[in-house]
């Protein structure tokens, strides 16, 4: 798995995806309930980041 990123670190403008849906943009319209989670970067664009699901991250 690539390296996790808590959610918090991450710069405003930033998209969150789970399974090939947007959840929201950092510092926009991502839920404050977030914040405390972990993140992947996603090849191919900048601002593209997928939430890492607790069952994934308890494997790793």
Not at 8 to 33: A, M, Y
Not at 49 to 54: K, P, T
């Amino acid at each position: 798995m690539k390296n996790k990123i808590k959610i918090c670190d991450l710069p405003n403008g930033c998209i969150i995806w789970s399974k090939h849906e947007i959840l929201g943009v950092t510092g926009l319209s991502l839920s404050s309930s977030f914040k405390d989670k972990y993140c992947v970067k996603i090849d191919g664009n900048c601002f593209d980041y997928e939430l890492v699901l607790e069952s994934e991250s308890d494997n790793k």
